[in-house]
């Protein structure tokens, strides 16, 4: 989907000569930032290529080897079935991948370049193993040509093991703009710690997690920019425009003034907070809205505060696993869980359960799936390794004792799996009281965003105390559309006409159940979309702090009895394009101030 022309403007390095080129993709994070490229590698563990000072080799060669010894210990633990329940074939795999951590030839390889070309163990087992993977893959006996599989499998365990000591492998200078093919949460909280400009992928959606990350940490985004990896080096100046999609590579001289005014203006609004809307929540004809926060970094809640959020509607807990590269201990849960209740306070928060894949947990067993996304994930994995799961809700219940905490269930299919949950929380609830700890009575909701919880929404209102409309998944689930996947963006239909209907029908169940439904989906946090939420009768919005200004400006800018007007004709149309025009019509008709220039944010390339 990118765009590409290039100017006759030249720019001069020492060692080449650029041209200034332009190339369009998908703005997914507002801002603009100008630095300096750093190509990011790897897939499950992402590092880039770093020249060390001579000094600094015996130290990257310890950092190697312990590397090394912590890849063979895991492998260990697993095979012995300590870790994770493996078959005995996954187990004689994991016995390969040992003797292969323990050849020699292959670990002096990776020394030598260390040594000699003075770069990061990173780099130096990304190479030795890219060149093992090469010739494996030339070979005629199937058999021996398969093992390339096995020495990727390494490649990754040892890139993840070195990610794994005290000391963050990333430390580049604060000018940096990150690209990748694609960009991990996991990443993404490690690089923030050194502010990057901006972020440049070739994959990703509006609604991939990376990206909503992104928007939280008011770092410039554009994705969809196809082979922007072949045009790039480490070092190149790049300008990221992620308001409009626009990337310029090499830029000259007039496009850095330009551009120069925008990132200004984009570094004083962020210092100076956005503007926040004061006043009440309420729509111009009384009817209150509550502004709640999403949650997915630990800082995440001051500004939300700042901006007037009422509590966190939606804490993704994945981010616990992710900054302790694995599930983490029930004290430290309870520790986090009690942090944010009682900074949130009276307002409350509710903690979903975490929602994670199988291949996520590959650190530890390394399972990959053909379809991750319907596959063994958030409530299906947790009821299928209980052992975490029973951990988390205890410290869920303890954390809840006195603090005003809800405990959110992700990727509910039915009903079964709700009481599934509810009979562990009272299993755990027992025990924890036989060992007289004291436990709280957390309400228990769901998350809707598979479509066959909307059929039966009915019968799941009656088993919880609230619903979560997660409509990312709810779109990628209903139109059968990669959310991570920029090919398919297109048709990544926010608007279309099934999404609308079930959002209604949630929205109508509950009101009718006497149950409260919160949108926490990137849609609510779209002040277009907003709008059309608000004509549905929704009266809980949750989203990424960075949106609540913004969102609560059209709160209070719009009468809900106007708006429902237009949803209720919104919902006989028949195509995502004839919604769109008509809420462009009627929207910017009524209301031109606040929506003039708003292009939607699933659409925006
Ligand atoms: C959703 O699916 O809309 C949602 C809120 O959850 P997540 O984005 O974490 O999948
Ligand atoms: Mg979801």
């Known amino acids: 989907m990118s765009k590409e022309s290039t100017q006759e403007q030249k720019t001069t390095s020492t060692h080449k000569v650029s041209l200034e080129a332009f190339l369009k993709g998908r703005a997914v994070s ?20 770093r020249v060390i000072e001579t000094g600094q080799v015996g130290s990257e060669l310890k950092r190697f080897r312990a590397a090394v010894d912590l890849a063979k210990q895991q492998l260990k633990e697993i095979s012995n079935g300590e870790k994770e329940a493996v078959s005995e074939n996954q ?44 010739r494996y893959k030339l070979l005629d006996d ?107 590579l090499n830029p000259g001289p007039e496009s850095l003034d330009k551009y120069r005014i925008s990132e200004n203006q984009f570094v004083k609004t962020v210092d100076a907070g956005f503007e926040t809307a004061e006043g009440d929540d309420v729509t111009l004809d009384g009817v209150e809205v509550n502004i709640h926060a999403n949650l997915d970094y630990p800082g995440g809640y001051e500004h939300a505060r700042r901006f ?3 509590g966190v509607g939606l804490y993704r807990s994945e981010f616990l696993f992710n900054q302790n590269k694995g599930f983490p201990s029930e004290e430290l849960q309870i520790a986090s869980y009690k942090k944010v209740a009682d900074l949130v306070g009276e307002e409350g928060v ?27 994930k958030a409530i299906r994995l947790s009821l299928s390794s209980e052992k975490q799961f029973r951990r988390q809700l205890r410290a869920l219940l303890i954390a809840s004792y006195q603090r005003r905490v809800e405990i959110v269930l992700p990727m509910i299919s039915g009903v079964a799996e709700i009481r599934a949950a509810k009979e562990i929380i009272r299993e755990e609830r027992k025990s924890l009281t036989k060992d007289s700890i004291e436990t709280g009575n957390p309400g228990i909701g769901a998350m809707i965003e598979v479509p066959s919880a909307v059929f039966v929404i009915d019968e799941i209102l009656k088993e919880v105390d609230f619903v979560s409309l997660g409509t990312n998944d709810l779109v990628q ?18 608007l279309h006409p099934a999404v609308l209907r079930s959002v209604k029908l949630v929205l109508d169940s509950a009101r009718g159940a006497g149950k409260p439904a919160i949108v926490c989906g990137e849609m609510a946090g779209s002040p277009l979309y907003s ?41 006989k149309l028949a195509t995502a394009g004839e919604v769109e025009q008509l809420v462009r019509a009627r929207f910017s008709e009524n209301w031109a101030h606040l929506f003039n220039y708003e292009v939607l944010p699933d659409k925006n390339s």
């Open 91 to 134: 187990s004689s795999i994991f016995e390969t991948h040992l003797l292969f951590l323990e050849d020699r030839s292959l670990l002096s390889k990776i020394e030598d370049i260390i040594r000699d070309e003075r770069v990061n163990a990173e780099w130096a087992v990304k190479l030795v193993t890219d060149t093992y993977v090469s």
């Open 477 to 494: 689930y209903l139109l059968a559309v990669d959310r991570d996947n920029e090919s398919v963006a297109e048709s990544f239909q926010t």
């Open 142 to 248: 199937k058999h021996l040509r398969e093992k390339y599989i096995d020495l990727q499998d390494i490649s990754e365990r040892l890139l993840s093991a070195l990610g794994g000591g005290a000391e963050s492998p990333f430390t580049f200078d604060k000018d940096s703009v990150v690209v990748a093919k694609e960009i991990n949460p996991s990443t993404l909280v490690e690089l923030s710690q050194h502010s990057p400009k901006a972020i440049v992928t070739e994959n990703g959606g509006w609604t991939s997690h990376s990206f909503i990350l992104a928007r939280e940490m008011n770092v410039p985004a554009v994705t969809g920019l196809k082979g922007v990896l072949r045009k790039v080096s480490s070092g190149d100046e790049i300008i990221v425009d992620g308001y409009n999609g626009q990337v310029v």
């Open 30 to 49: 507002r801002g603009v930032g100008i630095g300096k490229v750093l190509y990011l590698h790897g897939q499950n563990r992402q590092f880039y290529r």
């Open 350 to 376: 509710a903690i979903r359960t975490f929602d994670l894949s199988v291949g996520e947990l590959s650190s530890q067993a390394r399972i990959s799936e053909k379809n991750p996304a319907l596959g063994l």
């Open 531 to 571: 709008a059309i939420l608000i004509g549905m009768g929704a009266t809980e919005l949750s989203m990424n702090p960075n949106s609540i200004p913004r969102v609560r400006r059209v709160v209070q800018g719009i009468a809900q009895e106007e708006a429902a007007k237009t949803t209720d004709d919104l919902l």
């Open 308 to 310: 007037g959020a009422k």
